[in-house]
Structure formats: C-alpha cells, structure tokens
C-alpha cells in the first residue's frame, strides 16, 4: 500500500503479510477512501485465508471477516467487499483449503479490476455533465488513491478531459485529515490537471464570486433514498450549492450504495481520534485536555444533490425512485442468476 498518512512530502509502500496489519492499515488510514477500503479489505480476506485449517475452516474464515467488519463503520464498500467474499467461501466450504484460498484471491482480484473498469465508465457517464472551461470544486480525495486506480469524483474529471475539455478543479484541504491538500492537489498536479488548494471556509466566498461550476463529490455510503454520507464538511458545500444554483453531483459506483438502508438518518457515523483535531501533522495546536469532536462524516439530504453519477448511468431527482431503477434496468450477473435459481429451487 501507498501509506497515504505520509503524503506529499514522502512516497512510502508498505508491504504486509498478515491479514491483521492490512485490518490495522486500514484503520489508521494508510489507506482509505471507500472504494479502495473494499478491495484492500478482499485482499487481506484472501491473504488471512493462507491461514485457514483443515479442521474448522468456517469459523477461522469467519474471524477473518469480523477483523475486517470493525475496522471502518461508515463506507458500505467495506461490508460488500466482505459479503462478496463470505459468498465465494460458502459456496466453496466443502472444497479443500488450497482450493478455496484459491478462488478467494481471484475474487479479491476481481473485486480490484472490476473497481477500476467501473470507475472509467462512471466517470464517461459523468463527463457529460461537464462543460468546457468548467470549474470543478471538490472535497476530500475521491481520486485514484481512493479506490483501485481511476477514482469516483476525479474519475468525471479525468474523463472530460479526456473528451478534450478544458477543466479545473479547487480543491478543499478538508480538515481535520486534509485529504484534500495532502493528497487530491498532489494526484492532480502529479496528472497534471489544473488545480487550486482552498481552505474549507473559503468555498462559500468563491462561490459568491461566481468561481465555481459545480461541485463533485464521492461518498462512502449512500442510503436508498439518495441521502449521501461523505466526508465531514461536505453537507456545507451542498448547502452553500444549493444557495448558489450551483449543481452538486455526488459520484457513486453502485457498491457504495446501500438499498437496505432507507435513509441518512440510519448511516453509522465513524467517530476518529480526537488527536486528528488537536494536532496537525504531529505538532498540537489546541489546549490540552480541551473537549473534542471528531466525527469523520456528515449527511447531505437528498433534496440538496442535483444528481448521481453511477456505472449504470446517472440519477436525478427524485432520487429515490430513480437510484433503484438504475439497479432494476440493468440485467443481472451470472453469480446473482445463479442465486436467484438457488432460490427459486429452495422454494419448489
């Protein structure tokens, strides 16, 4: 992994050999973003599955999953990745433990380019929505460092340029982590894609100034009725859109949209070290013993985001009647057939 805690000034990969370390790595953030939390969190499944005896292997399987399950609460991406897993194993139990951990890796690597394939053609769907000489405004990293390669929000813009677009993005620094400022200025510089750092309170202004054409964000969950629980700070920017005329998009490959959860109401919120806020790049900057909070997330209600960009294509208002549809439009994977045909026999 890219340890994206040490971003920009140092370029540093760990290597890891122990499903625990990539559980820790992805709790202390050497990697994060949704998207590329799922794939490493299939990964380290099919590296812990090295582990698995002859004797019990459902129960050290299962082990495996729940170190995984407790490391992020909030990106739904994380507990699909798992479930995708969970079903390999389960139709495979039976079978010998090489030849399960060896159709674990291959759903691990499925899982990884499939991200990337989906990613691209998210954002070609995206694209659409830019026009040329367009400022985008963004928060946190929805880029490649935040899924398996192309990105989500940085993917739309990738895309356009791609298309022959001119483009530019403003980059909010998003405290506390400053995603924004450590790692989406320097992917996009290191593409070189125009962009301009902003801190978080600047938005609003530029905004008033007319500097803004639309904001893009990614997110880590998405309830089914289009409610989007991104990185903290974003519901500001969707309010600040909203007073401005400017379109908000939300970019959303489907697996981190959760259709068992019926509102934002009902997304866990991760609460993060208070050290985040008090310190800044090892050097504290507040009272000691001061009273601190740190959710990493909020909630944007659906009412505020003017659409969202999926694989499938791209939901607008009412977002929670058009989102399912997207779902319900596309014909069904060969694994979901043969689920479906699994059922209906359970049935007869």
């Known amino acids: 992994m890219l340890d994206q805690r040490v971003l920009p000034t140092r370029e540093v990969y760990r290597v890891y050999r122990d499903y625990r370390e990539v559980a820790r790595a992805i709790k202390d953030m050497v990697i994060r973003g949704a998207p590329a939390i799922g794939v490493a969190a299939a990964m380290g499944i099919a590296l812990g599955a090295r582990t698995l005896r002859a004797a019990d292997p459902a129960r050290d399987f299962e082990r495996l999953c729940r170190a995984f399950?407790?490391?992020?609460?909030?990106?739904?991406?994380?507990?699909?990745a798992i479930q995708r897993m969970r079903r390999v194993f389960t139709r495979n139990r039976h079978r010998s433990p090489d030849t399960i951990r060896t159709l674990l890796e291959r759903e691990a690597l499925a899982i990884h380019d499939e991200d990337v394939a989906t990613n691209r053609t998210l954002g070609m769907h995206g694209a659409a929505l830019l026009e040329d000489g367009a400022t985008v405004l963004t928060h946190c990293n929805a880029g490649a460092l935040a899924t398996a390669g192309f990105g989500t929000a940085l993917a739309v813009v990738r895309a356009a340029i791609d298309a022959g677009k001119r483009i530019q993005v403003i980059a909010c620094e998003t405290r506390p982590f400053l995603q924004g400022a450590r790692l989406t200025a320097w992917e996009l510089k290191k593409d070189r894609i125009p962009v301009?750092?902003?801190?978080?309170?600047?938005?609003?202004?530029?905004?008033?100034?007319?500097?803004?054409?639309?904001?893009?964000?990614g997110t880590d969950r998405t309830a089914a009725n289009g409610d989007v629980a991104n990185k903290?700070?974003?519901?500001?920017?969707?309010?600040l859109a909203h007073r401005h005329a400017i379109p908000f998009y939300v970019a959303a490959p489907l697996s981190s949209i959760d259709f068992g959860c019926p509102n934002g109401d009902k997304i866990p919120i991760e609460e993060r070290p208070v050290r985040e806020v008090t310190h800044v790049l090892g050097r504290q900057i507040a009272p000691s013993g001061i009273r601190v909070l740190n959710p990493a997330f909020d909630v944007t209600p659906n009412e505020l985001v003017t659409a969202i960009v999926t694989e499938r294509g791209i939901a607008r208002q009412p977002l929670g009647r058009t989102l399912p549809r997207l779902v319900e439009g596309a014909p069904a994977k060969p694994e979901r057939k043969a689920e479906a045909r699994r059922m209906r026999a359970r049935r007869r």
Do not use: K
């Open 196 to 217: 301009t750092l902003i801190t978080d309170n600047m938005a609003g202004h530029l905004m008033q100034r007319e500097r803004v054409s639309c904001v893009i964000v």
């Open 232 to 239: 903290i700070g974003t519901y500001p920017l969707a309010v």
């Open 69 to 80: 399950a407790s490391t992020r609460p909030t990106a739904v991406n994380l507990f699909w």
